[in-house]
């Protein structure tokens, strides 16, 4: 922890504990009028940033990045702390560029990415135990092919007995984490409304508005675009301009959502704009892969900005070309079949009672 008074020069660093830095923290905010503080988002989530906030600090959590501005390759923790007060003085002066601020979402809105987060994190845990299988497999020269975990690829395995030794664990787990992830996959579907664009899935569509939380942080489609990362790289100077691949700067996982919904909006959304403007391209022959690839970003990327259109209620999705799925059909229930009068007489005729 670095401090700096006013304008003046940062002070020495200082080490504390989690408990012990919040009690010095309670001391500064009666020792000035406003006490302003930053850190870098991590792994540690905003748990500190509410307990500042609830000392009555502004606190700004902010994205990581290298402080070495000068290129030294020495980087340590007293440096960077140093150099995050330095902008922070900037900020607090008014220059928005000192630092890039994350927004802190609500407690509702981090618990429901946590879920979301979870089914990620246990589906990318399934593929390594699968690719785990095959590397046994492969080591001892067998090859396993598809989803060999199974119960009709595994009966048909012929592979040495050291290797069933070595998979059947690795089955077993991946057995567990297909029934969990089926059962998040469930709650997260569950949670999306029935009427949706044709080809944007309950499961897109929950974990792109989980990510995102709030529609309404954004201003404008530059900042939308911005977070989604992909945007194409430039380096222009004077007369020459030049744009590269996207700088991948945003939410991967808005990323990830965004090109699965492109592939299925041209399946399912031909009238949807940009789809129609770029379908001639993606159905010649000749068009080659990255060419496909660079289209389908392209797609998402404007999407993404329809999207946030639609969810700020700047536009329909109707005014975009966007076709939605039809509502769920109504069953009728079945009416109960009326009883007949001679039913009823004969019901009216059977005895209270009986003994055999």
Same mark, same amino acid.
């Given at each position: 922890?670095?401090?700096?008074? &006013?304008?003046?020069?940062?002070?020495?660093?200082?080490?504390?504990?989690?408990?012990?830095?919040?009690?010095?923290?309670?001391?500064?905010?009666?020792?000035? *009028?406003?006490? #302003?503080?930053?850190? !870098?988002?991590?792994?540690?989530?905003?748990?500190?940033?509410?307990?500042?906030? !609830? %000392?009555?600090?502004? $606190?700004?959590?902010?994205?990581?990045? +290298?402080? &070495?501005?000068?290129?030294?390759?020495?980087?340590?923790?007293?440096?960077?702390?140093? /150099?995050?007060?330095?902008?922070? +003085?900037?900020?607090?002066?008014? $220059? *928005?560029?000192?630092?890039?601020?994350?927004?802190?979402?609500?407690?509702?809105?981090?618990?429901?990415?946590?879920?979301?987060?979870?089914?990620?994190?246990?589906?990318?845990?399934?593929?390594?135990?699968?690719?785990?299988?095959?590397?046994?497999?492969?080591? #001892?020269?067998?090859?396993?092919?598809?989803?060999?975990?199974?119960?009709?690829? @595994?009966?048909?395995?012929?592979?040495?007995?050291?290797?069933? !030794?070595?998979?059947?664990?690795?089955?077993?787990?991946? /057995?567990?984490?297909?029934?969990?992830?089926?059962?998040?996959? *469930?709650?997260?579907?569950?949670?999306?409304?029935? /009427? %949706?664009?044709?080809?944007?899935? =309950? %499961?897109?569509? !929950?974990?792109?508005?989980?990510?995102?939380? +709030? @529609? $309404?942080?954004? +201003?404008?489609?530059?900042?939308?675009?911005? #977070?989604?990362?992909?945007?194409?790289?430039?380096?222009?100077?004077?007369?020459?301009?030049?744009?590269?691949?996207?700088?991948?700067?945003?939410?991967?996982?808005?990323?990830?959502? %965004?090109?699965?919904?492109? @592939?299925?909006?041209?399946? #399912?959304?031909?009238?949807?704009?940009?789809?129609?403007?770029?379908?001639?391209?993606?159905?010649?022959?000749?068009?080659?892969?990255?060419?496909?690839?660079?289209?389908?970003?392209?797609?998402?990327?404007?999407?993404?900005?329809? @999207?946030?259109?639609?969810?700020?209620?700047?536009?329909?999705?109707? &005014?975009?070309?966007?076709?939605?799925?039809?509502?769920?059909?109504?069953?009728?229930?079945?009416?109960?079949?009326? =009883?007949?009068?001679?039913?009823? $007489?004969?019901?009216? /005729?059977?005895?209270?009672?009986?003994?055999?």
């Amino acid at each position: 922890m670095v401090r700096q008074i &006013d304008g003046g020069a940062p002070q020495p660093p200082q080490r504390f504990s989690p408990t012990q830095f919040l009690e010095w923290a309670k001391k500064q905010t009666a020792l000035a *009028q406003q006490v #302003y503080s930053c850190y !870098e988002a991590g792994p540690f989530g905003y748990r500190l940033h509410r307990e500042l906030k !609830e %000392l009555g600090i502004t $606190n700004y959590v902010i994205r990581p990045r +290298d402080w &070495d501005e000068y290129g030294k390759k020495v980087k340590t923790d007293k440096r960077d702390a140093k /150099q995050m007060v330095l902008n922070l +003085d900037r900020h607090v002066a008014g $220059n *928005q560029e000192a630092f890039c601020v994350v927004r802190v979402p609500t407690e509702a809105e981090e618990q429901a990415r946590s879920r979301s987060r979870q089914r990620e994190s246990l589906q990318k845990e399934k593929q390594r135990l699968a690719a785990q299988g095959r590397s046994h497999a492969l080591y #001892y020269g067998a090859h396993l092919e598809g989803a060999w975990w199974t119960g009709g690829l @595994w009966k048909e395995l012929v592979v040495p007995p050291i290797v069933l !030794e070595l998979l059947e664990p690795l089955r077993r787990l991946i /057995q567990a984490l297909e029934q969990e992830l089926k059962t998040l996959t *469930q709650v997260l579907t569950d949670a999306a409304p029935e /009427q %949706l664009p044709m080809g944007l899935g =309950k %499961l897109t569509y !929950e974990v792109l508005e989980r990510e995102v939380g +709030d @529609w $309404n942080r954004f +201003d404008n489609r530059r900042q939308v675009a911005s #977070y989604t990362g992909m945007c194409p790289r430039e380096d222009s100077s004077a007369q020459r301009r030049f744009q590269g691949a996207i700088n991948k700067h945003g939410n991967p996982r808005v990323r990830t959502v %965004l090109v699965e919904a492109s @592939w299925r909006l041209v399946q #399912y959304q031909p009238t949807y704009k940009p789809v129609a403007r770029w379908l001639p391209v993606l159905a010649n022959p000749k068009t080659t892969r990255s060419k496909r690839k660079q289209i389908i970003v392209a797609i998402g990327r404007q999407f993404s900005v329809d @999207w946030w259109r639609v969810r700020t209620r700047r536009c329909q999705a109707a &005014d975009l070309g966007l076709k939605t799925n039809p509502p769920p059909p109504t069953v009728a229930p079945t009416p109960r079949a009326r =009883k007949t009068k001679t039913a009823q $007489n004969s019901k009216d /005729q059977t005895p209270l009672s009986s003994g055999v």
